[in-house]
């Protein structure tokens, strides 16, 4: 199947400030890609242009294998949703949805029946006489969605659809997109500054930063082998501990070790390295800074840490410590004995380490 | 003790406090009386006989209610040689006020719609430019004015004053419009992009129905100031095509022999009488839309 969305070498100028830089992604037919960063990446940016709301500036862009870089948006057979929602906010719920029909000229049979379909589906039958200004977010943010599912496009897009509603909501709508997703094997492209959205909507996710595209790959890619520091630090809640660490080859394994504010040095031992300079950024996820008893896999090796702080959230607690001048963050159970100020026996699992170099930031395994 | 001076104290702050009161009260109305007093003139006067006028107190009440100065002033008072009162001018004021207040209204909105949501390169320098516009004094547009209107072969002329208080009024317009959609999420209009609207169906379906607020303002502010016009009205009418704010110019300054007061008052009211009208009917609307600031989606 040929991509339904790609882009190549795309640039985006305003004036002399360069905003997007050399953007390449494509995506496959049923596809949820999600576009993240911080904010001020250009992510919403790339959004329009693939949209045709903002002219890009060079580089090429086809929808469904034909080329829509200079298309008006109107003809590029998409269908948005925005962060504010954008609600025609004289119409009512039922014109907002029939809205870009009726300018299609589409006949008023099918409008209605459209029209009830979509309804049904999202559950907004009630809503139709109403105009915005008399609903809730949620319910604004159904219309929204109607209004893009009526049109039936080829590439839906969002603009941080979710970002203005409360978190309970929030994640209420989150599995809804999803599930709407996975019903209508649409394709979709899908803007967020929360990586949580991005890890739990996405088939694949595109990091980005400054314009640039930091990372492209399926979650479990993004998550398990970021590409640079930038990926690492902002993918996963608590963020991937880096720490600063010096490694030494002994035989068969590297030592890895790993300077403390007072005591002796942590050496680990990973058997997989190659090739490692001797300073390195060592990338260990909390989850892998573990209680010994729930320790998984062999890798695991045990060292004794003074705990620093200890922040209980229900499921887990986390367990903050300083090694090699950072505060590193470990994911213990519930019931974990640590105590603040008292040193706690840890099980370090190296299995899914990542190395990153010093300098670039560049991930080096 | 203690307890009792300071009940004292509060009574004392209670009673001062109504006093103050009083006080505000009584100098607001003193000031609006002072206020209405001109109106009060004009209106008495208007309802007394010469004699009357001649003999009596300038602010006392009529003794007797006459409304003859009103059907003189309307219909037979003379402004020069012409002895037709201030009927045919007064029409000839809705027929220029009615067509420029909705044509500026018009091109009003739909400028700051350009200006405020389709932004382009020089959006803001054009939009500077057009709020120029509103503090030219129109003595210096005077000749030049006289000169285009004579090219266009519209001098003198009704359509020739329409295009005229057209042309002064857009600045205005434009920025009230412009103020009010630059706080409209631009993302109604990307919507209706993508919904497949273009420039013109955008306008007249999303962003005119939601401007009656601003509307309201711009037509009150434009009718006053195209009605109540003396400058161009003078300046670029003939005998014909005066306004109303020049015909009563003509019988209060062409009179000969007797002052007639009465009749004067009469026709400056009369004048006066549409502007007063539109803002009783839409005078809240125009407050509200002056401090409305967002619209909610």
Redesign the interface.
Known sequence: MSPILEINNLYKNYGSTEILKDINVSIEPGDFLVLVGPSGCGKSTLLNCIAGLEPITSGSLKIGGQDMTHVSPKDRDIAMVFQSYALYPTMSVAKNITFGMKVRGVDQATQERKLAQVAQQLQIEPLLNRRPGQLSGGQRQRVAMGRALVRDPKLFLFDEPLSNLDAKLRVEMRTEIKALHHNLGASMVYVTHDQIEAMTLATKIVVMKGGVIQQIGSPSEIYNRPANLFVADFMGSPAMNLIPAKVRKNGAGTHIEITRKDGVPIVLTDTKTENLPEDVILGVRPEDIADPAVRIGGHAQEAECLIDMVEPAGADTFAVMQLGGKHVTARLHAETTARPGQLQKLAFDLGKVSYFAPDTGLRLN | MADLSMTQGVRQSQASKIALRWLLYSLLVLFALFYLMPLFVMITTSLKSLDEIRTGDLIALPREVTFDAWSTAWSSACTGIQCEGVRPYFWNSVLIAIPAVAISTLLGAMNGYVVAQWRFRGANIIFSLMLFGCFIPFQVVLLPMARTLGIMGIAGTIPGLIFVHVIYGLGFTTLFFRNFYVSI?A??T????????GFF?IFW??FL??SLPIIVVTVIWQFTQIWNDFLFGVSFSQAGTQPVTVALNNIVNSTTGVKEYNVDMAAAIIAALPTLFVYVVAGKYFIRGLTAGS???
């Open positions: 999420p993302e109604l990307k919507a209706a992009k993508v919904d497949g609207a169906r379906s999303i129905p939601l619209v909610k989606g």
